[in-house]
């Protein structure tokens, strides 16, 4: 899986560079919407860690320091050239830092972990078999995040005429029931930005 997603992410890096269809997104404003509903599982006035797991070319990290939170950042992305991209547009940034790991389980603890687009491409593995990689996924952001973390995935509720069959559409309401039952009572999902996704935040304290 890791070739192919390779191949898919420097293909559209050569065409798009260092953009939101860079990294697979339509576009810049449906990407900051995104960002938006995931960023909300963030403190607004007291210092924390967080993890941006398939942080791609760093457009979170972007993101973030157009705001006056205090906080350290960890990128994480299995793809040696996004991290590449990444350190040289945001490596300046300070209290930032980009790194090339193999799996998820590679990421250090944070107080947040945060996956924006992770689950979009199985690469033609089965649903189901997909559905049970981002379970364990969300696992380990569980596990590595001490006070709470944040995802967002496609929706089955989306127009049937607009899916794609290459794309993986997660049910919400299966994600929040496991996220609820297995990580936290304090458990939100996002199904209300207009576009064909939503997003779950857990809140652990």
């Not at 547009?89 to 107080?111: C, K, R, S, W």
Request: include cysteine; proline fraction near 4%; glycine fraction near 6%.
């Amino acid at each position: 899986m890791i070739a192919e997603s390779e191949g898919f992410y420097n293909e559209k890096l050569q065409t798009h560079g260092n953009t939101a269809m860079g990294v697979g997104w339509k576009d810049e404003a449906a990407q900051r919407i995104r960002f938006e509903q995931l960023i909300k599982v963030l403190p607004a006035s007291t210092h924390f860690s967080v993890n941006d797991l398939g942080c791609g070319t760093g457009a979170l990290a972007g993101y973030l320091s157009l705001w006056e939170l205090d906080y350290r950042y960890s990128g994480y992305d299995i793809l040696p050239e996004m991290v590449q991209r990444a350190v040289l547009q945001y490596g300046h940034l300070p209290n930032h830092t980009f790194n090339t790991i193999e799996m998820a389980a590679d990421m250090g603890v944070a107080d947040y972990t945060i996956a924006s687009g992770l689950f979009n491409l199985p690469f033609g593995q089965p649903a189901s078999d997909w559905h049970e990689h981002i379970l364990e996924t969300i696992t380990t952001m569980h596990k590595k995040s001490v006070y709470g973390f944040a995802f967002n995935a496609l929706t089955k509720y989306s127009d049937p005429h607009l899916m794609r069959p290459e794309l993986h559409y997660a049910d919400p309401l299966l994600l929040f029931d496991y996220c609820k039952k297995e990580f936290s009572k304090n458990v939100a999902l996002l199904h209300d930005y207009n576009l064909y996704d939503f997003t779950i935040l857990v809140k652990k304290r």
